[in-house]
């Protein structure tokens, strides 16, 4: 009996979304491609004849819906990434909405581990330095487990081009499909710390939780701030929060940490301001990446008003 494709392709939905995502680094872009795979998917399903399993043929059809957009599409970075030196106080803050910033994406504690390491902030940033083909053959190989064989099918390379193609990947990416996902269970006391420290704006128990190298930054500005001394600079000097005028709401992006940030308005509403993604090592944060997308918010089930 044939099964309605609705039903054989709407399991595969939330992964795809994942894939997309960290082959665009775009949450919205990702949304629009997952829909443009399943309209593809749906009107091609009467010739599918299952000489592959279905997840088989969605990441094929997903992937090169990819490449397609990346034909026209530059990479998405982080300001950390954009290979500027760090800010100091002599440099004013200036935002940049001509840059295609890498987004944040919304992952849930609940979802299989693969899915929260493979799509960690570092790693999707990484991703965007690559060719876009490299690109998808480090994907399929390391993160879908594809064999050389099967990602050679899915993109239509011989073998030898596939382990070419990785190795080279391999060379600018480093270990990062490696790292591993710091559960908020396991770093509780610190995030406690952290939501108690920010909402008083008590800046010396801040940067009491950073690493020696803390990275700070906040697309869309390009400015980053490194080290525990210029980031209390930028809180004390540029950060408009005032003591216990802010609230924080906890969600996870990208397999990490996540706060959506609310700062009191004049007429005493907490209204959202940016979403924090915290990325946490030996029990100390190493860096905070703050987007000032509002669009954002309602993508993890934050509320208008906290």
Same mark, same amino acid.
């Given at each position: 009996?044939?099964?309605?494709?609705?039903?054989?392709?709407?399991?595969?939905?939330?992964?795809?979304?994942?894939?997309?995502?960290?082959?665009?680094?775009?949450?919205?872009?990702?949304?629009?491609?997952?829909?443009?795979?399943?309209?593809?998917?749906?009107k091609s399903y009467g010739?599918?004849?299952?000489?592959?399993?279905?997840?088989?043929?969605?990441?094929?059809?997903?992937?090169?819906?990819?490449?397609?957009?990346?034909?026209?599409?530059?990479?998405?970075?982080?300001?950390?990434?954009?290979?500027?030196?760090?800010?100091?106080? #002599? +440099?004013? !803050?200036?935002?940049?909405?001509?840059?295609?910033?890498? =987004?944040?994406?919304? /992952?849930?504690? $609940? @979802?299989?581990?693969?899915?929260?390491?493979?799509?960690?902030?570092?790693?999707?940033?990484?991703?965007?330095?690559?060719?876009?083909?490299?690109?998808?053959?480090?994907?399929? #190989? +390391?993160? !879908?487990?594809?064999?050389?064989?099967?990602?050679?099918? =899915?993109?239509?390379? /011989?073998?030898? $081009? @596939?382990?070419?193609?990785?190795?080279?990947?391999?060379?600018?990416?480093?270990?990062?499909?490696?790292?591993?996902?710091?559960?908020?269970?396991?770093?509780?006391?610190?995030?406690?710390?952290?939501?108690?420290?920010?909402?008083a704006k008590d800046i010396?128990?801040?940067?009491?939780?950073?690493?020696?190298?803390?990275?700070?930054?906040?697309?869309?500005?390009?400015?980053?701030?490194?080290?525990?001394?210029?980031?209390?600079?930028?809180?004390?000097?540029?950060?408009?929060?005032?003591?216990?005028?802010?609230?924080?709401?906890?969600?996870?992006?990208?397999?990490q940490p996540a706060y959506?940030?609310?700062?009191?308005?004049?007429?005493?509403?907490?209204?959202?301001?940016?979403?924090?993604?915290?990325?946490?090592?030996?029990?100390?944060?190493?860096?905070?990446?703050?987007?000032?997308?509002?669009?954002?918010?309602?993508?993890?089930?934050?509320?208008?008003?906290?």
């Amino acid at each position: 009996m044939t099964v309605d494709f609705e039903t054989a392709a709407d399991p595969f939905r939330r992964e795809l979304l994942a894939h997309c995502y960290r082959m665009l680094g775009s949450l919205h872009d990702a949304e629009d491609l997952v829909q443009e795979t399943y309209l593809r998917a749906w009107k091609s399903y009467g010739k599918f004849e299952g000489r592959s399993s279905m997840r088989t043929w969605l990441y094929r059809i997903a992937t090169n819906v990819c490449l397609t957009a990346l034909d026209s599409r530059t990479r998405r970075p982080l300001p950390f990434g954009l290979g500027t030196q760090s800010a100091t106080e #002599r +440099d004013p !803050l200036t935002e940049d909405h001509e840059v295609p910033w890498l =987004e944040p994406f919304p /992952t849930d504690p $609940a @979802v299989i581990v693969t899915e929260r390491e493979s799509t960690r902030l570092a790693f999707v940033a990484a991703l965007q330095h690559l060719p876009p083909r490299q690109r998808a053959v480090l994907i399929l #190989r +390391d993160v !879908l487990k594809l064999s050389a064989a099967e990602t050679a099918d =899915e993109l239509e390379m /011989t073998v030898a $081009a @596939v382990n070419s193609a990785l190795q080279r990947a391999h060379a600018q990416v480093g270990g990062l499909t490696e790292e591993q996902v710091v559960e908020p269970a396991d770093a509780k006391a610190l995030l406690d710390r952290w939501v108690k420290a920010f909402e008083a704006k008590d800046i010396p128990a801040i940067i009491g939780m950073f690493a020696e190298d803390v990275v700070w930054e906040m697309p869309p500005f390009p400015q980053w701030y490194h080290g525990p001394e210029m980031v209390a600079w930028h809180l004390a000097n540029q950060c408009p929060a005032v003591p216990h005028g802010a609230r924080m709401i906890a969600v996870e992006a990208n397999g990490q940490p996540a706060y959506g940030l609310y700062l009191r308005d004049d007429d005493g509403a907490f209204r959202p301001f940016n979403l924090q993604v915290l990325e946490i090592a030996n029990d100390r944060i190493i860096r905070v990446s703050s987007f000032f997308d509002l669009s954002l918010f309602p993508r993890f089930g934050l509320p208008s008003t906290a």
